[in-house]
């Protein structure tokens, strides 16, 4: 495994960790993660799961509904060549 995907595996399995403590702390039980974020699968099927998974809590919680709608109105940060 590559540096750049063993990263990948490591950030997509904290992410998922994250969004499970998230929905736990919001909604008082976890759903089981999605079956297709295991590190078997392709890196871009893990990320649609994650975005499937929030998807779901979005729905669950208005506290992650009104959080995710406020993504698009906020700036995006420059990107980091931009500093230099």
């Known amino acids: 495994m590559s540096d750049a995907t063993g990263t990948t595996t490591k950030t997509l399995h904290a992410?998922?960790?994250r969004l499970?403590?998230?929905e736990f702390v919001l909604t008082g039980s976890p759903s089981p993660p999605s079956p297709t974020i295991g590190s078997e699968r392709p890196i871009r099927v893990r990320i649609q799961a994650l975005h499937t998974d929030l998807q779901?809590?979005?729905a669950k919680s208005r506290t992650v509904a009104e959080i995710l709608q406020l993504r698009p109105?906020?700036?995006s940060p420059p990107p980091?060549?931009?500093l230099n």
């Open 73 to 75: 109105s906020s700036p």
């Open 15 to 17: 992410l998922s960790t």
């Open 56 to 58: 779901r809590l979005q």
């Open 20 to 22: 499970s403590r998230l």
């Open 80 to 82: 980091s060549s931009a």
